[in-house]
């Protein structure tokens, strides 16, 4: 799908409707388009590191379409200097991820004051069901072994992304993901970047 045939989609069909297209059609991603045995590739090897299924992972934005999403960019095209974004949904990864955090540290005193910044975002994030596991930062110096099993679950994602970033034949400058506690929860987040992209369009 061109951008000029994204413009057009966006002026006949609801935010629900874009959901297809943006989120949830089968579709061969922009950035493996060159060489589509390489998506298969990337979503089993994907799902093996982080222990999910392959069908709970996608590609949105501009490494789906081959232009950004974000409102504000006017449908910019993909360069090398572009992330490729990843959407993980697992509900039993979330609940480990989040409870893991909730072991390690509660969020009451005296480890509110030593969590810093970070975790206001986190549960900002938490709220609306999706997690940037990267951005968790947690010292073991402070949280001890508690904070071995979140550590670990970080590592593990990162290391996955960097692993499985070498197979997308276009160049780029990373892959990043988001995990989500369900599809409903993805979906929410796109439908409000829906409503700001339109709105950007037509400014």
């Not at 990337?42 to 992972?57: C, H, K, P, Q």
């Not at 379409?65 to 090398?80: H, Q």
């Not at 904070?147 to 160049?171: E, I």
Request: proline letters at 6%.
């Amino acid at each position: 799908m061109t951008s000029e045939d994204f413009r057009s989609l966006i002026e006949q069909q609801t935010d629900e409707q874009l959901l297809g297209p943006c989120l949830h059609d089968e579709i061969l991603p922009y950035v493996f388009d060159p060489r589509p045995a390489a998506w298969d590739t990337f979503r089993d090897e994907l799902a093996t590191l982080v222990g999910v299924s392959r069908g709970d992972i996608t590609v949105v934005g501009s490494g789906r379409f081959g232009y950004s999403m974000k409102p504000r960019n006017n449908l910019a095209r993909f360069t090398d200097k572009s992330d490729i974004d990843v959407v993980v949904v697992n509900s039993d990864l979330f609940d480990d991820l989040w409870l893991s955090l909730l072991r390690a540290a509660y969020p009451r005193p005296p480890f509110t004051d030593k969590l810093g910044g970070w975790l206001k975002k986190r549960r900002n994030e938490i709220y609306t069901g999706w997690i940037t596991p990267p951005e968790i930062h947690l010292d073991m110096r402070i949280f001890g072994a508690r904070a071995r099993q979140v550590l670990d679950l970080k590592t593990r994602w990162f290391n996955a992304l960097k692993q499985v970033s070498r197979h997308p034949p276009r160049r780029h400058e990373d892959v990043e993901g988001r995990l989500y506690r369900t599809w409903r929860h993805a979906e929410l987040y796109h439908l409000q970047g829906f409503a700001e992209l339109r709105k950007s369009l037509i400014e």
